[in-house]
């Protein structure tokens, strides 16, 4: 149905729906429903299996079948006599993400990301009425150990199931990727990125940047995928620490995805990635943006207002490039990539003159 047959409040209705869905699949993981359904079985063996109400156990299996998670067939009933049964097995994007042995497995980072949207609405109000709260000033310090925590965890698996394969598609389109040798994965947490784009790139060598607490993650990461004698890492804040080199050697590829929302000063951050980068080598910068166009605008909002409300910057459309020419970068390519589960994130490709 085209938006235009649609209730003008359709949406808004979504809206006040949109719990349930999110409830639904909270519970499958909570009860973990979907570890046996690896096989296909009925609701009734389901429940006895997990110890559940038969007949909610099927409601529920049906809206998680609505949602794309779970699949849905018939099966010959085992006295032959009643027909067939209906069975449940997982999806394709249930097995991938939601099967917790799985190497994509994002069951923890959904259920992070939901506690964190859920509690950034309940402040949406005070935030509106009082603006944001000053943060203390151990505020830095915090933080650097909450995203250590999130380098162990949900961090790691988005990287798995999505920043990873971007970065590979990315860089792929990147004809300096294959000559390239000194790579700075900046803001890099757990380091994925940095270790898959060495395994792509047997040439390769790099580093990993980000705060003490964060890189002591990615210095394990790379030391388990035997790359610790092509990769290293390098804690500090990226607002006023040095962010390295190869060796002595300037970059010639710079990632940093998702990392500049994080920093006071943007511009100086970028300038410091320009000073870091030797002539001809490439900066890509995958963020996100607000769009001119307003359900693209609130699909980027409904993730980014509560950094926005806390004072942090979210920019818009073209703001990126707009700095990155100014202050010198040249040959800028700028795409949506859509291969980010939240919102299409931007990404800018951008040069040092050489
Ligand atoms: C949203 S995560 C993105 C991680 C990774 N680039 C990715 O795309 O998966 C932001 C990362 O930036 C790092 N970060 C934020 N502010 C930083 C700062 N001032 N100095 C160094 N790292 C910082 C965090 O520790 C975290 O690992």
Redesign the pocket.
């Given at each position: 149905m085209s938006p235009e047959q649609m209730h003008p409040l359709q949406r808004y209705w979504a809206l006040a729906a949109a719990p349930i869905q999110a409830e639904a699949l909270s519970a499958a993981l909570a009860l973990g429903i979907f570890e046996p359904l690896a096989e296909p079985r009925t609701p009734d063996e389901l429940a006895a299996q997990l110890d559940l109400d038969s007949r909610n156990t099927a409601h529920l299996l049906e809206l998680l079948w609505g949602m794309g998670l779970l699949e849905r067939s018939a099966r010959l009933a085992v006295d032959h006599i009643g027909g067939s049964v209906t069975v449940y097995g997982l999806a394709e994007v249930g097995r991938a993400y939601f099967l917790a042995v799985s190497p994509t497995w994002s069951g923890d980072a959904w259920r992070y990301r939901e506690a964190r949207l859920r509690q950034a609405a309940g402040l949406l109000r005070d935030q509106v009425r009082q603006g944001a709260q000053a943060e203390g000033g151990q505020a830095?310090e915090r933080?650097?150990e909450q995203?250590?925590a999130?380098?162990r965890g949900q961090?790691a698996q988005?990287?798995h199931a999505a920043?990873v394969p971007a970065a590979l598609e990315i860089v792929s389109r990147l004809p300096e990727f294959a000559a390239a040798t000194n790579l700075l994965?900046?803001?890099?947490?757990?380091g994925?990125?940095a270790i898959e784009l060495a395994r792509r790139q047997g040439g390769l060598s790099g580093v990993v940047?980000?705060?003490p607490e964060?890189v002591t993650v990615a210095a394990e990461n790379i030391a388990a995928a035997g790359l610790a004698d092509r990769l290293s890492v390098l804690g500090?804040?990226?607002?006023?620490?040095a962010i390295g080199s190869v060796g002595g050697s300037d970059y010639d590829l710079i990632?940093?995805?998702?990392?500049l929302?994080?920093?006071p000063d943007t511009e100086a951050v970028l300038r410091k990635i320009l000073a870091a980068l030797r002539p001809g080598g490439a900066l890509i910068c995958?963020h996100a943006e607000i769009c001119d166009e307003p359900a693209a605008a609130a699909e980027v909002l409904q993730y980014y207002l509560p950094m926005l409300m806390q004072g942090r910057h979210v920019g818009h459309r073209g703001d990126m490039a707009a700095v990155l020419r100014r202050i010198g970068f040249c040959r800028i390519e700028t795409f949506a990539s859509a291969l980010f589960p939240m919102a299409p994130l931007q990404v800018v490709v951008a040069r040092k003159v050489a």
């Open positions: 830095l933080m650097a995203w250590a999130a380098a961090l988005d990287q920043t994965d900046l803001g890099g947490g757990p994925w990125v940047f980000d705060f964060a500090g804040d990226v607002a006023v620490d990632w940093c995805s998702s990392v929302h994080f920093v995958a």
